[in-house]
């Protein structure tokens, strides 16, 4: 009877020591996790990302290694000229569990159709990125995800690429990747074959 009472007494131990790492590991999640803003009219000089003083290129969080897993980025209303290497996402990853999230509200455009080719809208090289919501118009490659993994597209319309040969989200070497609810149309591409080197991947609800 005492050596079992010993064991129940164990196993209520190790499960309140448990459950007070997952409390804690929230709490210091919860502590890191932040939101940032990007606008039209933010500077990267000024801006510190705040929603009163955003930045203005959607990839400067990543470019400055800001960003830590659970953060959101989110992008304001209107239209982005990148440059023809798009936005660039290589500098801060997370995971399937706790993304970094680039969140467009309202209509945000990306629109790379002056911009010499071959264009990209993003590339995504860092692990545990989402993206939702955005417009991409004129690029050669709308979205590419570069030999990374736990990638997810979601609410993304890709179209009227540039006049060579495109694509509408081009998954290279990757694994993990989820896209949910895009739209692709008016494609200029030489084959029909919108994807190449994949990894594992699901499409949910693609409109092509």
């Known amino acids: 009877m005492k050596t079992h009472n010993l064991h ?18 929230g709490t210091v999640f919860s502590a890191r996790a932040a939101t940032y803003y990007v606008s039209p ?17 959607i990839g400067y969080g990543d470019a400055q290694s800001l960003l830590a897993p659970g953060d959101e980025v ?11 290497a798009g936005v660039v996402l290589q500098n801060s990853a997370a995971s399937a569990v706790s993304p970094i ?21 993003f590339d995504v090289k860092a692990a545990g990125i989402t993206l939702e919501g955005f417009e991409i118009k004129g690029a050669s490659h709308g979205i590419r995800i570069d030999r990374t993994r736990e ?8 179209h009227d690429s540039a006049r060579t040969d495109s694509s509408g989200i081009w998954v290279n070497q990757a694994d993990g990747v989820t896209m949910t609810r895009n739209v692709i149309y008016n494609i200029h591409s030489s084959a029909d074959t919108p994807w190449g080197n994949l990894g594992a991947f699901a499409i949910k609800g693609l409109t092509m």
């Open 41 to 57: 009219t933010g500077s990267d000089t000024t801006g510190d990302g705040s929603a009163a003083k955003p930045w203005a290129t």
């Open 101 to 121: 999230v680039y969140r467009a509200q309202g209509r945000v455009l990306l629109d790379l159709s002056a911009v010499p080719p071959p264009s990209y809208g």
């Open 151 to 158: 990638a997810v597209i979601t609410g993304c319309t890709i």
């Open 8 to 25: 129940n007494l164990h196993a209520t131990l190790l499960l309140r020591l448990l459950c007070s790492c997952l409390v804690l590991a």
């Open 74 to 84: 989110i992008v304001q209303a209107g239209t982005y000229t990148p440059s023809s």
